[in-house]
């Protein structure tokens, strides 16, 4: 089962910043917080990922709360080609792959 | 440097059948791993293939199997299918086994009828 939950579904204005949050309240000190998109008949495609400081990209930030129990990744102004489901996932080392809850559908409106 | 791709886009089966997936992965990328992506659901991990081996496996039955070759191409192989095994199957590359910035081909829609 997957060790996060997330909303089912969330709406942003398009050129506004889009915050998804994440609960991750098992994670254990040695896992990562990754952030992963799918957009409609595509596969997921790779975001961003933290231990625990913030993190940024050129796609995104990710904000980890100081007692690792939950995150928030901002897009900062999302387009309508950021409509997609956003999967965030709490994984340690090894080769046991990523395990993928149900994700937030983001939904950008124009 | 190419990105993921699979092989073929759509394929429709019948019950019993067997099937062979195949997945071309990112150069350089020595770990692949196999997702099952049944409709309106998150992909579930099936295994990891790292320097020809499988070096993981999530919760399927032995009559999934895979096999990975030197030249960053993998398959994905499922004997006498199910009606359930009709989902997207995603193949995805790494650097590393435990490295999970793992790179997404487009997946192959499997009908089974």
């Known amino acids: 089962d997957a060790k996060t939950t997330q909303p089912t579904s969330m709406d942003c204005a398009e050129g506004r910043a889009a915050n998804l949050p994440c609960n991750h309240s098992?994670?254990?000190?040695?896992?990562?917080v990754y952030w992963y998109r799918q957009i409609h008949s595509q596969g997921p495609q790779y975001i961003i990922h933290?231990?625990?400081n913030n993190e940024t990209n050129e796609m995104a930030s990710l904000i980890i709360t100081e007692d690792r129990k939950s995150s928030t990744l901002i897009l900062p102004h999302a387009t309508l080609r950021d409509t997609a489901v956003y999967y965030c996932?709490?994984?340690?080392?090894?080769?046991?792959?990523?395990?993928f809850g149900k994700g937030t559908h983001l939904i950008i409106q124009p | 440097e190419t990105g993921v791709t699979q092989s073929p886009t759509h394929l429709i089966k019948t019950r019993g059948q067997q099937v062979t997936l195949r997945c071309s992965s990112q150069?350089?990328?020595?770990?692949v791993s196999w997702y099952q992506q049944a409709l309106g659901q998150g992909p579930q991990f099936i295994f990891q293939?790292?320097?020809?081996?499988?070096?993981g496996r999530g919760n399927f039955p032995p009559r999934f199997s895979g096999l990975q070759f030197p030249n960053y191409s993998s398959e994905l192989n499922v004997n006498a299918l199910e009606l359930d095994d009709s989902a997207l199957y995603l193949c995805?590359?790494?650097?590393?086994?435990?490295?999970?910035?793992?790179?997404f081909g487009p997946g192959t829609r499997l009908t089974v009828t």
């Open positions: 293939y790292y320097r020809e081996e499988e070096n």
């Open positions: 995805a590359s790494s650097l590393a086994p435990g490295i999970h910035e793992q790179y």
């Open positions: 150069s350089g990328h020595n770990t």
């Open positions: 933290g231990l625990k």
């Open positions: 996932i709490v994984t340690g080392g090894g080769a046991d792959g990523l395990t």
């Open positions: 098992t994670i254990s000190g040695n896992e990562y």
